[in-house]
Nanobody
Framework: DVQLQASGGGLVQAGGSLRLSCAAFGFTFDDYAIGWFRQAPGKEREGVSCIINSDGSTYYTDSVKGRFTISSDNAKNTVYLQMNGLKPEDTAVYYC???????????????????WGKGTQVTVSS
């Protein structure tokens, strides 16, 4: 039974940092890609970042490049999203998702990912 548990959200001032964690259970972690998505009130869900665990390839949406870093600890079956330089526009519910890779990290996100965890709220105050 595939399960994903996202944690690490909170309230932070602009310019601050948070680290989100996505713990994965019930599947062969190394075979999968893990993506982070976010959804702000009144907005569509947005793909933020993705990592393919087998080769470490990554993708970042333009608005977070240089500020967010995705990493994978295969021994702990956990993917992290280190978020630095947070801005009020980063405020959203963040979700992690998993699926088999489809070529590149971005294509994996575009195809849609089958397994989703519950979200964790990130709020950035100005």
């Amino acid at each position: 039974d595939v399960q994903l548990q996202a944690s690490g959200g909170g309230l932070v001032q602009a310019g601050g940092s948070l680290r989100l964690s996505c713990a994965a259970f019930g599947f062969t972690f190394d075979d999968y890609a893990i993506g982070w998505f976010r959804q702000a009130p009144g907005k569509e869900r947005e793909g933020v970042s993705c990592i393919i665990n087998s080769d470490g390839s990554t993708y970042y949406t333009d608005s977070v490049k240089g500020r967010f870093t995705i990493s994978s600890d295969n021994a702990k079956n956990t993917v992290y999203l280190q978020m630095n330089g947070l801005k009020p526009e980063d405020t959203a519910v963040y979700y992690c998702a998993a699926d088999y890779p489809r070529g590149s990290p971005i294509m994996t996100m575009v195809y849609g990912m089958d397994y989703w965890g519950k979200g964790t709220q990130v709020t950035v105050s100005s």
